[in-house]
């Protein structure tokens, strides 16, 4: 058995998971988005 299904062998757990889940904000990149902005983090170092 995996660490996901120890965590969701226990419906508490799997409801507090997939509520913790859907309320995280979705967030999407285009492929050519990701590159620029990884670009963009890498160069201010």
Avoid at 25 to 43: A, G, K, M
Wanted: aromatic share 4%.
């Amino acid at each position: 058995m995996d660490e996901t299904e120890d965590l969701t062998s226990n419906p508490a757990n799997k409801q507090h998971l997939s509520e913790s889940i859907a309320s995280e904000p979705i967030v999407s990149f285009t492929p050519e988005e990701f590159l620029q902005h990884t670009d963009e983090l890498l160069r201010k170092k």
